[in-house]
């Protein structure tokens, strides 16, 4: 088929195409289709040097058919192209610079196209043309847009500001119609700009005289200034009508207004998002006035549930709580976004046997418990009181509202493991459910816990041979046991510096005065570091570690005491001698004499969890194969001693597991990844009066901290230690590993 041909097939289809100026650099070309084509049709314009961006839309017209429009920004000098639809050629068009084309005419092209093309031509112009382009400050864009807008809609109505958020951010208080449907995005129209709030707009419930109320936030408003709204179904533009705010402050506005659902989450999600103070305001703000909590109470013949759990966390939400549904019509539980929509839990849930209590608070009834996580593509902010419903087989919806919920990280943390019983802690809970969480609030504790003051007690100039790190968490009990012990040791007196770290700041002028007074009586050289919270084990000791000025560092725990002189030099012979070495640890006992530590090996649970295990454990401190110098597969982290080259190579602990637990292993295992060994050494000796401070967490003791952390290092390590494992079953200890795991399992039994 020739050129003519194609030209005479289309004939009928496409009218002449025309050419107008959108900006001052801007042209758009436009053609109609005098009827629809289906939607898989592709519109094309080529041409021999093809413009970018070049962006197209199709709008349908009043007496039907569709207009297509391009924009693009043309070259100095004419240049021709070509209109097809489905790879045939209907059309040659001849594009003359933007200077000299006519000016689009507005109130014609609306003239022709239908309301739903109109509204689309409004939402093109602000969204896509003006961010391709960066036309937000081309005047003659603005003055198209006004145009535009003018032809569109009625006299503006009235916009008025509510109250001040933060200095420089106010909420704006206007009305909309109820089928205006949802906003998209709200722009601020000058003389010099026309720009993209920030802030949505939240439609409020219906109220007189067909009007909806809306807010949303502005920064620095003049008066008149005019705002547009955009949705799908309509466009809106609002004029300031007073610069003064109706409420002097936000906290005035909030005690009257702040039981309005969706603009109290609004308010919250942009508080949290705002720095100096923000996040706090926000926090205040829903202590001050919480929603009251709601319930369905249990029944034995209706459907009924609660949520107590619902912590927005940044990368989506965690909720929880219980179910009971007798009668088998409960058809799920959703959460409320800002917008009001509906989203199901149940896509990623995990449900287990619990109890609820009853009316009186003096019964308990079985129940079914879940716990599901909620990803979000925008975090709800520091909203402690999210909404939720029970919905039923019928449609009938109830809603759903929790307490309000923990904001503090450590405090959400202790929530979490505190989601799911210990018996139902397993993986499907922790994989896509509770370990998403997790790491959400270990990274932001990563972030918190900071080095917070130091202080030095008679630090040499020069570097010592060795760093002595000890984290201290709430249990002072054995330092001057500790100390004492290194001090009586002249060569670790003389080689060593000590750096306690405290991962408990409540207590800083309690050590701070200890140690003082240790220093004053044995002379050991001391550096004295507080973390800003408590941070957990691995980054306090990876605080304590970037202070260390040793060839070596020892990780030490605070109630780890040496049974005699010489202990360390042990440690560090073989490790200075032996560069294929990686780490080396002690002989630990009991304070009844009985071994607590002689190298790590794993075995894995009844659910194929890799569990630490230490060798020889409970059995007399002199027992023979306890006594002699070997490869294991790792170390415990109460005394672990190692190169701070080989620790920063492999960047210290690494700091997601919870409280303290498994990072000793871990440690180990990235040092073997290294090509490093592993050795015990039963000539040094110490006493572990093992687990004494991490008992005063509840976080740990209370919760499922320990099997996450089992699991995580699970999944993390699973090929490397089944591997390592096989090579130690396969070598000389092989009737040794096997004997320990016997025992064990039958100690579990």
């Known amino acids: 088929m020739t050129f003519d041909d194609r030209m005479g097939a289309a004939s009928g289809i496409f009218e002449d195409a025309k050419v107008f100026r959108l900006s001052s650099e801007v042209a758009v070309l436009i053609s109609d289709l005098k009827k629809k084509l289906p939607a898989a049709a592709k519109h094309r314009l080529v041409m021999p040097e093809q413009p970018v961006p070049l962006v197209s839309t199709i709008l349908p017209l009043a007496e039907g058919g569709q207009r297509v429009l391009w924009a693009m920004r043309p070259r100095g000098e004419p240049r021709r192209g070509q209109i097809s639809v489905d790879s045939d050629f209907v059309r040659t068009v001849v594009l003359q610079p933007v200077g000299e084309l006519p000016p689009l005419d507005v109130e014609a092209l609306f003239a022709v196209l239908s309301p739903e093309g109109c509204v689309k031509f409004v939402n093109t112009l602000l969204t896509v043309w003006r961010s391709a382009f960066r036309l937000s400050r081309d005047a003659f864009f603005i003055g198209l847009v006004e145009d535009a807008l003018h032809a569109l809609t009625s006299r503006p109505r009235p916009a008025k500001i509510a109250c001040p958020i933060m200095p420089g951010r106010y ?33 409020g419930p219906d109220r007189e005289h067909d009007l909806r109320p809306c807010h949303f936030i502005v920064e620095s408003p003049r008066h008149p200034q005019s705002y547009v709204l955009v949705g ?16 002097t402050s936000l906290q005035a506005w909030w005690a009257e207004r702040g039981g309005a659902l969706e603009l109290r989450e609004l308010v919250v999600r942009w508080l949290s998002t705002t720095p100096e103070g923000g996040h706090s305001t926000a926090v205040d703000l829903q202590l001050r006035t919480p929603l009251p909590a709601r319930r369905v109470d249990r029944s034995s013949m209706h459907p009924s549930a609660e949520v107590d759990l619902a912590l927005s966390l940044s990368g989506g939400l965690l909720a929880g709580g219980w179910s009971h549904d007798p009668t088998a019509t409960l058809a799920g ?56 419903q029970m919905r ?9 509202v929790p307490k309000p919920q923990p904001f503090e990280a450590s405090a959400q943390r202790n929530r979490i493991l505190r989601a799911v019983p210990p018996q139902h802690a397993v993986d499907l809970a922790f994989r896509t459910i509770l370990a998403p969480a997790l790491q959400d609030v270990e990274h932001r504790l990563g972030r918190t816990a900071t080095v917070d003051y ?57 050590t701070e005065h200890l140690l003082g007074g240790l220093h004053l009586l044995h002379g050991l050289p001391m550096k004295l570091v507080v973390m800003s919270r408590n941070g957990g084990y691995a980054r306090a000791c990876n605080a304590g570690a970037r202070f260390a000025r040793g060839a070596v560092i020892v990780m030490l725990n605070s109630d780890v005491v040496p049974s005699a002189a010489g202990w360390l030099q042990r440690l560090i012979r073989p490790l200075m001698e032996q560069k294929s070495l990686g780490a080396i640890g002690p002989k630990l006992i009991f304070e009844d004499g009985s071994l607590q530590h002689a190298g790590l090996y794993f075995a894995r649970d009844q659910r194929g969890i890799w569990l630490n295990h230490h060798f020889h ?26 190169r701070r080259e080989t620790y920063e190579r492999v960047d210290g602990y690494t700091e997601d597991y919870v409280i303290g637990d498994y990072e000793d292993s871990d440690l180990c295992l990235k040092i073997r990844r290294c090509g490093y060994d592993i050795v015990y050494e039963p000539s040094a000796c110490l006493y572990h009066f093992e687990r004494r401070s991490i008992r005063r967490s509840e976080d740990y003791m209370r919760g499922v901290a320990s099997q996450y952390n089992s699991w995580l290092h699970t999944e993390r390590w699973d090929d490397d230690i089944e591997a390592l494992m096989a090579a130690y079953l396969g070598s000389g200890i092989q009737g040794l590993v096997r004997q320990e ?4 399992a039958r100690s579990a039994a």
Request: charged share 20%; aromatic share 10%; proline share 8%.
């Open 232 to 247: 799908k179904r309509g466009v809106a533009v609002r004029e300031l009508s007073s610069g003064k705010p109706h409420y």
């Open 392 to 400: 039923l087989a019928s449609g009938v919806v109830k809603p759903l």
């Open 617 to 642: 454990k409970g059995m007399p401190g002199d027992y023979a194969p306890a006594q002699f110098s070997r490869s294991v597969p790792g170390i415990t982290g109460a005394c672990l001693v190692t």
């Open 741 to 744: 795991a016997g025992a064990t």
């Open 171 to 203: 909420l704006i208080e206007t009305a909309i119609t109820p089928d205006f449907g949802e906003i998209s995005a709200v722009y601020s129209l000058g003389a010099n700009a026309v720009l993209p709030l920030e802030s949505q707009a939240v439609p």
């Open 333 to 388: 539980i959703d959460y409320l976004n800002e917008n009001g929509t509906a989203v199901p839990l149940d896509g990623n849930w995990y449900e287990f046997p619990a109890w609820a209590r009853g009316t009186d608070d003096n019964t308990r009834a079985d129940v079914t418990g879940f716990v599901a996580w909620l990803p979000l593509n925008e975090a709800p902010g520091a909203l402690l009181q999210p909404r939720f």
């Open 454 to 510: 130091t202080k030095d007690y008679d630090l040499p100039q020069t570097a010592p041979l060795v760093s002595i790190v000890v984290p201290l968490y709430r249990v002072l009990d054995f330092l001057r046991f500790q100390l004492s012990g290194m001090a009586t040791d002249r060569w670790l007196a003389k080689n060593v510096e000590i750096i306690y770290v405290l991962d408990s700041p409540e207590i800083q002028d309690e």
